[in-house]
């Protein structure tokens, strides 16, 4: 006869864990801060009433009610109770949390598996329906619990980002006499650059978007550093844009002053936030690199361009398009030209 040797401090212990991880990531998500007693106070609630499944005059407590009224009461020992509408909304993050948890745990419990434990666990009621048995190791599911909680935490936080970035990025165009270009940018509330004489604020694009209109070799030099050279090794070369060029100093990260290469645009429309804005004073460094790995975005907005009065973004474009053509010396309607890449 084999006896069943329960370890009621181990199960207690190792849930009262599980219930504040989950609590403590329903905090994460609803972007609230939990105080540690009020945590270990419910993560507590959470552990006794698992402890309490042994005992077998205290069974009637595991019915959906019960159940569903112990996760109102961790809640509210968690979280408090300041509006109806956030305790609704930490109830559904909970459960989220809990069901991605619960979820991951059947689904890698069923990738390890082979066809023969599979179909073991499938057998026939006496109606003809099928059910299916589910049997996890404790340790087994005590570490894809938490694998699976991070690895939730870690998409979530992922997903957090793209959408806090999506937000700052814009539609951005600029001018140079007939020439058009189009990308999207990124708003760097950081970005102080600026040239030291005119005070005029640089916008970073990626010099590829370029390099159908600067000279042969230009953007596989810029990569390498040393800007200026570009410019002194440029001598007598018919350049059209060669009275656009401008050296723009700056002190890099961990580094020393170093130049980027500039140009001096007609115009800038900037598309952010269903505003558009439009000016003339700004300058047009090339980054010979990739501002984005994932080529979100191929500019570099400085924070100045969008501290003017905008306009909302169904307006015509007549205003841009007249301010390059008055930068313009050929008086030509602007081409557009794709980026590259």
Not at 58 to 76: H, P, Q
Not at 196 to 202: G, K
Request: glycine share 10%; hydrophobic share 50%; proline share 3%.
């Amino acid at each position: 006869m084999k006896i069943l040797v329960v370890y009621i401090d181990l199960i207690f212990i190792v849930n009262l864990l599980i219930d504040g991880v989950l609590l403590a990531l329903t905090a994460w998500m609803r972007r609230t801060k939990l105080k540690w007693w009020r945590l270990a106070l419910s993560s507590a609630a959470g552990a006794l009433y698992v402890v309490m499944m042994f005992v077998p005059e205290l069974s009637f407590l595991y019915t959906f009610l019960i159940k569903f009224g112990l996760s109102l009461l961790m809640l509210w020992i968690a979280f408090g109770f300041t509006s109806l509408q956030s305790y609704i909304h930490h109830l559904g993050a909970f459960y989220m949390v809990n069901f991605a948890a619960a979820g991951g745990i059947i689904g890698v419990h069923y990738l390890v598996q082979n066809s023969g434990d599979l179909f073991s666990g499938i057998w026939y009621t006496a109606t003809g329906g099928l059910s299916f048995e589910l049997k996890v190791g404790f340790w087994a599911a005590c570490i894809t619990f938490f694998v699976v909680v991070f690895g939730f935490k870690a998409v979530q936080t992922t997903k957090r980002k793209m959408e806090s970035r999506e937000t700052l990025l814009g539609e951005v165009t600029v001018w140079i006499g007939s020439v058009k270009i189009s990308c999207r940018g990124l708003l760097d509330t950081g970005n102080q650059l600026s040239d030291p004489l005119t005070r005029t604020p640089v916008m970073v694009m990626e010099a590829s978007l370029w390099e159908a209109f600067l000279p042969e070799g230009w953007s596989e030099r810029l990569v390498q550093g040393e800007p200026d050279r570009l410019i002194m090794d440029l001598g007598m070369e018919e350049f059209e844009w060669q009275d656009r060029l401008r050296l723009v100093p700056y002190r890099g990260v961990n580094r020393g002053a170093a130049f980027m290469l500039a140009l001096k645009p007609d115009a800038v429309r900037i598309e952010l936030g269903g505003i558009e804005y439009t000016t003339t004073k700004v300058l047009i460094g090339l980054d010979g690199g990739t501002l984005s790995g994932d080529r979100a975005y191929r500019a570099i907005i400085h924070p100045a361009l969008t501290e003017g009065e905008g306009a909302p973004n169904t307006s015509s474009h007549a205003a841009a398009d007249a301010a390059a053509a008055r930068g313009s010396n050929r008086g030509a309607a602007p081409e557009e030209a794709k980026p590259a890449g």
